[in-house]
Every structure is written in structure tokens, then in C-alpha cells.
């Protein structure tokens, strides 16, 4: 953005944030459609840009970010809550002067823990001031640095600075454009709204609650990995390959491919039977460029996998985790070994998988084995982003 379209746009904030509007009663009826937001309460209002609007009654976009002030989250892994994205940068006077807004609608709802604000900020300058800004203004909400290029603020249609979005419970996003003083006026219409049902694809991810182990009480460790894209060389690399090895520099062939990566123990019939089920999807799907892996717990015996991997017929790479060096935590409720707890993957849910669409991100985590046909099938529709 120009430094004149940034006087503008600062100029028509200031004048926009002196509009008071008369406080509007809502109260709808049980299964009446959503609330309007009002025009007025948008930047250029009902002339606001259209692919802004265009957002509205959609899933929310991805954010992809290379550094975080403050804990790294996603707005996958906050289903269930009402979610801010406030595009920003430290340059930007409007974003600015809007801060101790945003930090006490943060403070106002910390309690309840319904509310969570993200901070994307501008890839191109301005980040090295972002954690003095951070400290000077006490902000109380994540902060994150849009990925090289802006593929967030290009996801999210980012057209001036701050653009505020906010995603309502089912991860929906409500509102794109909106004048900071109007934000909390959209959370507070938001969190009215009930949290959806616990079988709808919004309570347990992008998919429906029965593609998952656990449905829509899915650990939250599963959850936050979705959206991400791992450096999937490093949480591989530990792997001891007790069949099938792969070759060196395999991971580095997975960007463009679809990736299945099915965690299990030699413990128990149910691992052999979901093993045996993955085993055939390989056979049917590799030809068509899916790349399939098995990797065992880190607490098994290395010749138990090797048993298992034989009665399987494995032709695919089939490995024994490696062990962590922390200790884990206690009553066993993470996989431990060190593949296994960078995707999030917790001991008590084995036999489980994680996907990885074509371009790299982690789609899908947690996945029933006979609930990854279809999502195999829909990613290989999809091209690479």
C-alpha cells in the first residue's frame, strides 16, 4: 500500500471512529436466521470491497505464518469459540491507535476463554518492532508474522490496514472490514450465538465428527496441528525404518503429493485389522502418487514391529518411532516417541492417521482408517496451493 493511501485510509479511520451509533436491540427468535451486521459498521459500509464480502458465510481461510509473539494457534484448533483476526502492522497509524481496544475486549472476555484474538501482521515490514510494540502496549493476544509473499492477507482479501475478521463458533467467518470500534459489537452478537452441535463437521474440524477418533471430543493436540505445515523432514527424521526404508531426501518428494501417515502399535487385533485396512489403500492409491507410511509407537519392541510389518505384506515404508528425550507426561496420554507427538498423535487413540494434502499442509488429523478413502480421493481432486 502507497504511503498517500495510507494517509487516506488513516484520515477516514479517524473520521469513521468518531461515529456513535444508537445501541441496536437484537433479540431473535429460536432458529431465526443470524443477525445482520449492520453496514455502518464496516469501513466504506455497504460500498465496502466486495471480496471482503465475499468471505462472509464461508469457512474461514488458513492463516500460514512464520513467527509468533505470544502462543502459536490457528482457527481450526479454536472451533467452538469466537475468533478475531486483526490484520496489522506496526507502521500502519489506524492499527495503532486501535490496540488498547482490541487488548481490553481481550481482557473483558479472558475469563470465559470464548474469545480469541489473533494479530496477523504485515510480511513485508515492519515486524522487527512488533515485540516492543507488544510489550509497550501490553497486548494480551497472539501475535503472528504472515508468511513470506502474504498468503494470509491473500486468503483473507486484506484491501487496507487493520482489516479486523471475526469467525463466529462453527469457524464461519461473520464479518470481514469491520471499524475497530465496532468489533466487539460483533463479538458480542457472536457469543450469543450456541456453540454447534457436537456431530456437525464445524464441532470436530473440516470434516464431519465421525471422521475422527474421539468425533467431536477430539484432543485438542490433534485439533491445533490442522492447517499447518510441518517441516516434515525434521519430525520424520527420527524414525528408525524397520521395513521398506525409504530412500534419502524422501520427504523432500512430498510437496505436490497427498501423504498418509498411519501411527499404530503391534499391541491387539484392532491394530492388525486397521493395519491390514491401510495396507490395501496403498495398494489401491499408490499408483496415483499417495505416498503411505507406517510408523509404530516408541515403546514397542523393534522385533514386534518387524513381526507386524511381515504379517502385513507392508510394501510401504514402515518405521519405529523414535524415543523422545523429555520425559512424558504422566498416565501415558501422549504417543511419546518423537514423530508421533509433532503431529499430535496421543498413545491411548492408536491406531490413527494424519493427512497431508498436496500442498504440504496437515488437512486431516486424527482420521478413522475407514474414513480416509474419501478424503484421499477429495485431496487428489484438489490441486496444490
Given at each position: 500500500?502507497?504511503?498517500?493511501?495510507?494517509?487516506?485510509?488513516a484520515?477516514?479511520?479517524?473520521?469513521?471512529?468518531?461515529?456513535?451509533?444508537?445501541?441496536?436491540?437484537i433479540s431473535?427468535?429460536?432458529?431465526?436466521?443470524?443477525?445482520?451486521?449492520?453496514?455502518?459498521w464496516?469501513?466504506?459500509?455497504?460500498?465496502?470491497?466486495?471480496?471482503?464480502?465475499?468471505?462472509?458465510?464461508?469457512?474461514?481461510?488458513?492463516l500460514?505464518?512464520?513467527?509468533?509473539?505470544?502462543?502459536?494457534?490457528?482457527?481450526t484448533?479454536?472451533?467452538?469459540?469466537?475468533?478475531?483476526?486483526?490484520?496489522?502492522?506496526?507502521?500502519?497509524?489506524?492499527?495503532?491507535?486501535?490496540?488498547?481496544?482490541?487488548?481490553?475486549?481481550?481482557?473483558k472476555h479472558?475469563?470465559?476463554?470464548?474469545l480469541?484474538?489473533?494479530?496477523?501482521h504485515?510480511?513485508?515490514?515492519?515486524?522487527?518492532?512488533?515485540?516492543?510494540?507488544?510489550?509497550e502496549?501490553?497486548?494480551?493476544?497472539?501475535?503472528?508474522?504472515?508468511?513470506?509473499?502474504?498468503?494470509?492477507?491473500?486468503?483473507?482479501?486484506v484491501?487496507?490496514?487493520?482489516?479486523?475478521?471475526?469467525?463466529?463458533r462453527?469457524?464461519?467467518?461473520?464479518?470481514?472490514?469491520?471499524?475497530?470500534?465496532?468489533?466487539?459489537?460483533?463479538?458480542?452478537?457472536?457469543?450469543?450465538?450456541?456453540?454447534?452441535?457436537?456431530?456437525?463437521?464445524?464441532?470436530?474440524?473440516?470434516?464431519?465428527?465421525?471422521?475422527?477418533?474421539?468425533?467431536?471430543?477430539?484432543?485438542?493436540?490433534?485439533?491445533?496441528?490442522?492447517?499447518?505445515?510441518?517441516?516434515?523432514?525434521?519430525?520424520?527424521?527420527?524414525?528408525?525404518?524397520?521395513?521398506n526404508?525409504?530412500?534419502a531426501?524422501?520427504?523432500?518428494?512430498?510437496?505436490?503429493?497427498?501423504?498418509?501417515?498411519?501411527?499404530t502399535?503391534?499391541?491387539?487385533?484392532?491394530?492388525?485389522?486397521?493395519?491390514?485396512?491401510?495396507?490395501?489403500?496403498?495398494?489401491?492409491f499408490a499408483?496415483?502418487?499417495?505416498?503411505?507410511?507406517?510408523?509404530?509407537?516408541?515403546?514397542a519392541?523393534?522385533?514386534?514391529?518387524?513381526?507386524?510389518?511381515?504379517?502385513?505384506?507392508?510394501?510401504?515404508?514402515?518405521?519405529?518411532?523414535?524415543?523422545?528425550?523429555?520425559?512424558e507426561?504422566?498416565?501415558?496420554?501422549?504417543?511419546?516417541?518423537?514423530?508421533?507427538?509433532?503431529?499430535?498423535?496421543?498413545?491411548?487413540?492408536?491406531?490413527?492417521?494424519?493427512?497431508?494434502?498436496?500442498?504440504?499442509?496437515?488437512?486431516?488429523?486424527?482420521?478413522?482408517?475407514?474414513?480416509?478413502?474419501?478424503?484421499?480421493?477429495?485431496?487428489?481432486?484438489?490441486?496444490?496451493?
Open positions: 500500500m502507497t504511503l498517500p493511501a495510507i494517509v487516506r485510509l484520515a477516514r479511520a479517524a473520521v469513521t471512529l468518531s461515529i456513535t451509533l444508537a445501541p441496536l436491540a431473535p427468535p429460536l432458529h431465526a436466521a443470524p443477525p445482520a451486521i449492520p453496514d455502518e464496516f469501513f466504506d459500509g455497504a460500498n465496502r470491497p466486495a471480496v471482503l464480502k465475499a468471505l462472509e458465510g464461508k469457512p474461514a481461510p488458513t500460514e505464518s512464520d513467527a509468533w509473539i505470544g502462543a502459536e494457534t490457528s482457527v484448533a479454536n472451533k467452538g469459540k469466537v475468533v478475531v483476526v486483526d490484520f496489522w502492522a506496526t507502521w500502519c497509524g489506524p492499527c495503532m491507535a486501535a490496540i488498547p481496544e482490541n487488548v481490553a475486549l481481550v481482557e479472558k475469563a470465559s476463554g470464548d480469541v484474538f489473533i494479530g496477523v504485515d510480511s513485508n515490514a515492519g515486524w522487527e518492532s512488533a515485540d516492543k510494540v507488544a510489550k502496549k501490553k497486548i494480551n493476544y497472539a501475535l503472528a508474522k504472515d508468511k513470506s509473499g502474504g498468503p494470509s492477507a491473500k486468503a483473507f482479501n484491501q487496507f490496514w487493520p482489516t479486523y475478521v471475526v469467525i463466529d462453527a469457524g464461519v467467518v461473520r464479518a470481514a472490514g469491520l471499524i475497530p470500534n465496532h468489533v466487539a459489537d460483533v463479538v458480542e452478537m457472536l457469543l450469543k450465538e450456541a456453540a454447534p452441535e457436537a456431530g456437525s463437521a464445524s464441532a470436530a474440524g473440516e470434516f464431519p465428527a465421525e471422521t475422527y477418533i474421539g468425533g467431536a471430543k477430539r484432543p485438542q493436540a490433534l485439533r491445533a496441528v490442522e492447517g499447518k505445515e510441518p517441516a516434515l523432514a525434521e519430525k520424520i527424521a527420527g524414525v528408525d525404518w524397520v521395513a526404508a525409504p530412500a531426501g524422501w520427504t523432500s518428494s512430498w510437496k505436490g503429493s497427498v501423504v498418509a501417515l498411519h501411527f502399535t503391534p499391541l491387539g487385533a484392532l491394530s492388525a485389522r486397521e493395519l491390514e485396512r491401510f495396507a490395501a489403500l496403498e495398494k489401491e499408483a496415483q502418487g499417495v505416498v503411505f507410511a507406517v510408523i509404530a509407537d516408541s515403546r519392541e523393534r522385533k514386534a514391529v518387524e513381526q507386524m510389518a511381515a504379517a502385513a505384506k507392508a510394501t510401504m515404508p514402515f518405521g519405529l518411532d523414535g524415543q523422545r528425550k523429555a520425559p507426561p504422566e498416565g501415558g496420554m501422549t504417543a511419546g516417541g518423537t514423530t508421533a507427538s509433532a503431529y499430535g498423535v496421543a498413545r491411548h487413540l492408536l491406531p490413527t492417521t494424519i493427512i497431508i494434502d498436496r500442498s504440504g499442509k496437515i488437512r486431516a488429523a486424527g482420521v478413522k482408517t475407514d474414513k480416509i478413502k474419501p478424503l484421499i480421493e477429495k485431496f487428489l481432486a484438489e490441486e496444490a496451493r
